[in-house]
């Protein structure tokens, strides 16, 4: 059985007259990277603060490593357990890359080697600059360096790539796999479902207060009956349209008419898909191109997300 590394029992946080955690329930245990899902303002940064010690629950407990969090305080071996990346995070500019580096690992009695983090992390080029002169992608690479000197066993990281471009966010992403490599479990709070996608290898979806869906990326993606269709076909794409089971229609690409009708190329999400390819090879023997495949992360996550909005 594995290790329990994080313990929540019933945990409530009310702001003003919002309910931001409702009788919340979560376990998380060695060797997994949690993303933690869910629209801005379900609470994901409150959960993480309240996890870190960082503010304070109404009711409820939580435990890590089999201790109150409240520990955390007077308990040094307990912080050095943990590394922490959070959203609002700033460094100095005057100081070099380096000297940050130097600086946090004084607080550790056993940190990992500057050489060896400067080398895993991809700072070798620019441990000598300012932090001020960075550019995002590098400032995110440095703070993880200080997150992970330590040589923790979890780590929290609360929206690591806002505002990274793709370039910057896939050379992040790489770290947080080579993170997972080295035995460190994480938990992520993420709005990009692509990132949870690639990552976790446990989801996460919060919605009012609670946790309305939880399990790896491939059983949520199953949890959505529906699926993709893309052709090349000579039907209006009104036509398709107007069948019920046929959620949407996109256009890829129009061809000049050579016939009645132009031949498009399109994607059709369906709930049926069978029923609507029984439809589609009926009047349109043409049909060409034809592949059939799931939905991704987004729709599933939309699909959920207002499911149960819908049956509150």
Known sequence: MSTTFVEISNLNKKFSQHQVLNQLNLTIHAGEIVAILGENGTGKTTLLNIML?????????????????????????????IGVMLQQASLPGNLTVQEHLQLFSCYYPNPRPLPELIQSCGLSDIVHQRFSSLSGGQKQAVLFALAIVGKPVLLFLDEPTVGLDVAARQAFWQQIRQAKADGISVVLTTHYLE?????????????????????????????????????????????????????????????????????????????????????????????????????????????????KEHSA
């Not at 304070?56 to 307990?78: H, N």
């Open 195 to 307: 990132e949870a996608d690639q990552l976790a290898s446990r989801i996460l979806v919060l919605k009012n207060g609670q946790f309305i869906a939880d399990g790896s990326p491939a059983a949520l993606k199953a949890l959505n009956q529906t699926r993709q269709l893309c052709c090349s076909t000579r039907l209006a794409t009104s036509l398709i349209q107007s069948w019920p089971e046929v959620q949407q229609v996109v256009v890829f690409e129009t061809a000049e008419k050579t016939d009645a009708e132009a031949l498009q190329q399109l994607q059709i999400q369906s709930l049926q898909p069978e029923q609507t390819l029984r439809r589609m090879l009926a009047l349109d023997e043409q049909l060409s191109d034809l592949t059939v495949s799931g939905v991704g992360l987004e729709q599933a996550f939309l699909q959920l997300t207002q499911h």
């Open 53 to 81: 010690g960082l503010l304070p629950a109404d009711s409820g407990e939580v435990q890590l490593f089999g201790r109150p969090v409240s520990d955390l305080k007077q308990s040094m071996p307990l912080r050095g357990n």
